[in-house]
Nanobody, 114 residues
Framework: QVQLVESGGGLEQPGGSLRLSCVAS????????MGWYRQAPGKQRELVAA???????DYAHSVKGRFTISRDNAKNTVYLQMNSLKLEDTAVYYC????????WGQGTQVTVSS
């Protein structure tokens, strides 16, 4: 069973940057398409970025041009580089396969505030 552990969140000002990491246990990580999801208070969880096992990427319109998803299969890790942060990026961020087939981790809180 694959376990997911997210880290890297924190408090950042608008316009700032954060880099999130998600480490997955298990040797089959490299075969999964992966995604970063977020859930803001009172809202449904949404997919914001995805990366295929081959490295192709896709982004939600709201983050395109600001966020970059990447992966390091040797480290069983997927990253989310977040630049030009906005107040509306405040949420708990999770990684999972895309579609989300794995058990959710605890997520990492990102708060954008001045």
């Amino acid at each position: 069973q694959v376990q997911l552990v997210e880290s890297g969140g924190g408090l950042e000002q608008p316009g700032g940057s954060l880099r999130l990491s998600c480490v997955a246990s298990g040797s089959i990580f490299k075969f999964y398409d992966m995604g970063w999801y977020r859930q803001a208070p009172g809202k449904q969880r949404e997919l914001v970025a995805a990366i295929t096992s081959g490295g192709s990427t896709d982004y939600a319109h709201s983050v395109k041009g600001r966020f970059t998803i990447s992966r390091d299969n040797a480290k069983n890790t997927v990253y989310l580089q977040m630049n030009s942060l906005k107040l509306e990026d405040t949420a708990v961020y999770y990684c999972n396969s895309e579609p989300s087939l794995l058990t959710w981790g605890q997520g990492t809180q990102v708060t954008v505030s001045s």
